[in-house]
């Protein structure tokens, strides 16, 4: 009989089955968790009390109803408060900011920042010559027009609301019998207002107050003709729910002149911006 034949048979090994990509969805939402998670950690570390607060309201009640609220615009954050300390951090971050500035050795005399009972207590302080304005007029000069650029583009961060004030010193203005220090004090703190409200500045309504108090608060009470006494006051005002009260303007102890009538009216508009004389 003729021998069988020999059947050999070989079995390859082979993969499993397609498994899909499902793992690769789960991975990708790790990661994303792991960054979130690592994003709030970083944010937490450099927070500040109000901003914590702000955080941990925020995703205890996201629709902004939660007793304890950082917003009281679902978590927008615009209520956080300033206090005092963080009146000071503000005050040092303006002032290097102003470090920036080529003609700062100049003006370093003429700018003086201030935490006071109000709020932060921002002073343009003119020379003689005229250091921010022109020479009896409400026109900015370049100088002025930097800072208040500056200041602007910094404060319009904050959650604040800000008021400006216009000071002259004693001596009357020389013009039109129409136009005195009362209206030379409200314009110069309306163009300041204008110039900081420009895009990339103050918001808006950010702007509560716009004063002009002329001779009436001079800041050297001893020579009312000091040319120190012309100056415009930008007030970063705490918040109306803050637990420290804030004084009306010039009774915190800082403001020459305290007591004295204030301008006719919190809003004053003129519209002579240009007339000079030397002050």
Do not use: C
Not at 257 to 263: D, E, H, L
């Amino acid at each position: 009989m003729p021998t069988p034949p020999i059947i050999i048979i070989k079995k390859k090994g082979g993969h499993g089955g397609h498994h899909g990509g499902a793992w690769k969805v789960a991975y990708a939402d790790f990661v994303t968790a792991m960054m979130a998670l690592f994003i709030v950690l970083w944010l937490l570390s450099s927070a500040s009390k109000q901003e914590k607060a702000a955080i941990s309201g925020y995703f205890k009640d996201p629709s902004g109803t939660a007793s304890k609220l950082g917003t009281t615009l679902a978590g927008t954050g615009e209520n956080i408060q300033l206090s005092k300390q963080d009146m000071a951090q503000l005050k040092e971050k303006l002032q290097a900011s102003i470090q920036k500035m080529i003609d700062l050795d100049k003006l370093n005399k003429n700018i003086e920042m201030t935490v006071t009972a109000e709020g932060l207590r921002i002073e343009l302080i003119e020379s003689e010559k005229g250091t921010f304005f022109e020479s009896g007029s409400a026109a900015l000069n370049h100088n002025g027009q930097e800072l208040l650029t500056l200041l602007a583009a910094e404060l319009g961060k904050v959650p604040n609301h800000i008021s400006v004030e216009g000071h002259t010193d004693a001596k009357p203005y020389i013009g039109k019998s129409s136009y005195s220090n009362w209206e030379l004090s409200s314009d110069r703190a309306n163009a300041a207002r204008r110039l900081m409200q420009q895009p990339e500045g103050l918001r808006p309504d950010q702007v509560s107050q716009v004063r002009g108090f002329a001779d009436q608060r001079l800041r050297n009470l001893k020579d009312p003709l000091d040319p120190a006494n012309r100056r415009i006051s930008i007030i970063v005002q705490y918040m109306s729910s803050s637990n420290e009260a804030a004084e009306a303007p010039g009774e915190d102890g800082k403001e020459p002149g305290a007591g004295k009538p204030s301008a006719a009216g919190d809003k004053a508009e003129s519209g002579s911006a240009d007339k000079k004389a030397e002050k």
